[in-house]
């Protein structure tokens, strides 16, 4: 069964590996908003947006939103570190990245999908959860609600 929204936020222990830092820590994520973003390199979807949500570090700043994702592999060839770690060069990712190849992370949040993507609360509440490219549409206003950003 999913996560359900107002469920805190799991552990993002059980990473085989983080890019981009050394893990998070409860402690980095105490009073911030906090996107987790799920995906994998053979994910056609999740080299489409992309884009769009390594744009989010950047565009909600000011608010404090911060970004963490979680390479989940779908197949054997997921697990090639070197193919991920240049989709993390190529796409200009910057936050923590942590390599979930034996899915304790993926366990932790009861996902099944990529891309997924969690949105939690400054308080670690999940406020919005969705996957793939239908679920994407709905994640920017999900955001901008949550931060309180009013469009006008």
Known sequence: MPMRLGTPLPSLEGATEWVNGEGVSPNDLKNRPLLVHFWAVSCHICHEVMPEVVSYRDQYKEYDLQLVGVHMPKQESDTDLEKVKKDISDYGITQPMAID?????????????????????????????????????????????????TQG
């Open 101 to 149: 190849n034996l899915h304790k992370i993926t366990e932790a949040f009861q996902n099944q999908f990529v891309p997924a993507f969690f949105l939690f609360d400054a308080e670690g509440k999940l406020y919005y959860r969705a996957a793939g490219d239908k679920g994407f549409q709905n994640l920017k206003p999900k955001i901008e609600q949550l931060l309180g950003i």
